[in-house]
């Protein structure tokens, strides 16, 4: 502690002490002028300085406290005195406020809150059930009751907040929760079907759960859920692997690697031994414990280093609805669980059965609604829903050490479901029922993030852009390469029109019976249309052709110049013979001119 006097005037005779007291003034005017002017810049920057009623009392000391502790910053060393001066100054009468050097361990909700800035992001007008950011938040995922799944990048946005990938990947069921790997290159998304689905940044399918068989009593004997899916998360440390838990009373673990079925099972089973619906499931922040929060109000956990047969810790009748949301602290000691009995509790994570604090009149009835730990570790905010006789939902902060209300936030004229607190952006993002996300940050405290994109200009897109092939002007090139020197673009387009390839003009049909240039003409080249073309469509004559008479046509050409037949028969039969004509009247007599066959001769001789 250090003390100032009011009497100044002191008889001294020593050029030493002299010295002493100007240097005594001097340090005592620097020391007061930087409190001053501290406490000044302290009222001015402070926005939120609402207490609950509770508190009411003490606003006064925790201001001063604040003050003293921030005095020290400026405080300056000042030069030792002798004994009997520090034992007379401590006698006088002190001026202003001490300063204190022992660090106070209590900040103040600004300090802590980085409120003083908000986005509004747009995902549609059905609740946002669903929301994730990537370790380095770069990204966002938002999802809801419309079955869309829309994918923020906060580097490449301007001010206009839209998303770069909108997509539906489970059809008509809508999105209950999404979860960001620990790489960030995959995102977990659990529908309200059976099968979870694992996504790449860009959206594009990488894995689908295997589905079980509906018929088979014993959870354990199918490869996957056979009931809709309420919650998931990846593994904190293990990038591979992520659990997911579903009505039929399980929690599974998988492995994106082994897409036959999950790799382990836990079924969670309520006070007679019969399942029970699991509704939420996450991680501890080393990945070495899961707690399961149950329709029956239960939360059970298990340990991830050995078998799942029975829990490790389990609590039953911790609310006296369902548990919609379960959450680690970052030091690995406190669960906040979240419930449809309107109440916030944290509990021992040794012990269940009694719980550390409560706090109620939290209206609830979205089986999503979730509580977060802030980074430091103080503070646990959740949200809640509209009731009919309520406007609008409330972001409500509590002291982690006993729960205490420090402050609620209305947010939107609807529900708040999801709340995020990211440990690395220091940003706080808000899912409302109303279709917008809205995100909390600071200039100063907050990175990155939302901060990116904020302040950026829109892009504004000039109307009837076109592009114009660049004209090489050369006067003393060849007449082959010369180029037309074309100073309008309606003379440029009128030009490609006539071009067949730029425009794209449709080929004509052809003319004629031969085809061109590859292309084949109108009766094509196959057999049916040749036949068609030759024998079909040919004009058959009226008068009928003795087929004989045809023949014997050729037989004078034949006789002077023999080539095919003739040669053969020149030695056997040099004159050839033909049958004479025969009638029906001359078939019982012989005639001279027909020729019997020798077998049949012989025949006929027997």
Not at 8 to 36: G, T, V, Y
Not at 258 to 268: E, L, S, Y
Not at 278 to 300: K, L
Not at 503 to 512: D, I, K, Q, V
Request: net charge negative; glycine share 6%.
């Amino acid at each position: 502690m250090a003390y100032f006097n009011r009497d100044q005037n002191r008889n001294r005779s020593d050029d030493e002490d002299d010295d002493d007291d100007e240097d005594i003034e001097e340090a005592k005017k620097r020391s007061e002028e930087l409190r001053k002017k501290y406490i000044e810049e302290m009222r001015s920057i402070s926005k939120r300085t609402v207490y609950s009623s509770n508190q009411a009392e003490e606003v006064d000391s925790d201001e001063e406290e604040e003050e003293d502790e921030q005095d020290k910053a400026y405080d300056v060393d000042l030069p030792k005195l002798d004994e009997e001066e520090e034992e007379e100054e401590d006698d006088d009468e002190q001026i202003g406020p001490s300063i204190d050097f022992q660090q106070n361990e209590t900040n103040s909700l600004n300090t802590l809150m980085p409120m003083s800035h908000e986005a509004v992001l747009t995902h549609g007008t059905k609740p946002v059930s669903a929301l994730s950011v990537d370790t380095n938040g770069n990204r966002l995922a938002t999802g809801g009751y419309d079955y869309e799944v829309k994918l923020y990048d906060f580097s490449g946005m301007d001010s206009s907040l839209r998303s770069y990938r909108s997509f539906q990947p489970c059809e008509s069921h809508h999105i209950k929760c999404l979860d960001f790997n620990l790489a960030g290159d995959g995102i977990l998304i659990v529908p309200g079907s059976s099968q979870a689905k694992i996504v790449d940044r860009e959206g594009k399918m990488v894995m689908e759960c295997v589905k079980g068989d509906q018929y088979i009593v014993d959870m354990a004997k199918t490869k996957g859920h056979v009931g809709m899916l309420n919650d998931g998360q990846w593994h904190p440390k293990i990038k591979h692997e992520f659990m997911t838990c579903s009505i039929d009373g399980s929690m599974r673990i998988w492995d994106i690697n082994d897409r036959k079925g999950h790799k382990r099972i836990a079924k969670t089973k309520n006070s007679q031994g019969k399942k029970t619906e699991t509704n939420s499931c996450a991680y501890s922040r080393d990945g070495n414990m899961i707690v399961c929060g149950c329709e029956d109000g239960s939360v059970q956990l298990w340990d991830h280093r050995k078998q799942f047969i029975n829990p490790t810790i389990l609590g039953r009748n911790c609310h006296n609805g369902g548990v919609t949301n379960c959450e680690f602290s970052y030091d690995g000691k406190i669960i906040a669980t979240r419930g449809l009995d309107d109440t916030l509790k944290t509990w021992d994570m040794r012990n269940l059965k009694n719980a550390l604090a409560s706090a109620g009149d939290l209206y609830n009835r979205f089986p999503m609604t979730n509580s977060q730990f802030s980074p430091s570790d103080k503070l646990i905010i959740t949200g809640t829903s509209t009731k009919p006789d309520m406007d609008s939902g409330k972001l409500v902060i509590f002291e982690r050490e006993g729960l205490v209300k420090l402050d609620e936030i209305r947010i939107t004229n609807s529900s708040v479901i999801r709340s995020l607190w990211h440990p690395k952006i220091n940003q706080i993002f808000l899912s409302t029922g109303n279709g917008i996300v809205k995100v909390f940050y600071d200039m100063e405290k907050s990175q990155r993030g939302i901060t990116l994109c904020a302040m950026k200009p829109i892009k504004r897109k000039s109307m009837g852009t076109f592009s114009v092939e660049p004209q090489i002007l050369n006067p003393h090139a060849l007449p082959m390469y010369k180029q037309e020197r074309v100073r309008k673009l309606s003379s440029i387009r009128a030009k490609e029109r006539k071009d067949p390839v730029k425009s794209h003009r449709p080929e004509l049909p052809l003319t004629g019976s031969t085809g061109a240039g590859g292309r084949l003409a109108s009766h094509g080249s196959t057999l049916s249309s040749y036949i068609v073309k030759n024998i079909a469509l040919q004009k058959v004559s009226a008068v009928r052709e003795d087929p004989r008479e045809a023949l014997l046509r050729h037989a004078k050409a034949a006789e002077e110049d023999p080539y095919w037949i003739a040669p053969a028969y020149k030695q056997t039969q040099p004159k050839p013979i033909f049958q004479s004509l025969t009638s029906d009247k001359d078939k019982n007599n012989e005639d001279d001119d027909f020729i019997n066959i020798p077998w049949k001769k012989l025949k006929q001789d027997e």
